[in-house]
């Protein structure tokens, strides 16, 4: 069980997490305190997974980076830094 103490100030950055497992992840560790990032490959899932967290009062960030493309993945983190 995740709690608040464990995870407040962290950045958790959730692949697959427009459905299953990555998903259920992301949906844990945002109301729990951490500033959470998901990462999928399609774009509408990826958008019904963020509007599901946050109806719960999260402010979770999506990305479908492109593979193999560096530059996709340190642009996700910089509003977190």
Known sequence: MLTAAIV???VAVVTGGDSGIG???????AP???TTALLARNSNRLDQAV????EHGCQPRGAVPRPHVRSDYGQ????FR
């Open 8 to 10: 407040v100030s962290a």
């Open 23 to 29: 998903f259920a992840i992301a949906k844990s560790l």
């Open 32 to 34: 729990a305190g951490a």
């Open 51 to 54: 509007a599901d967290i946050r």
């Open 76 to 79: 996700l983190c910089l509003p």
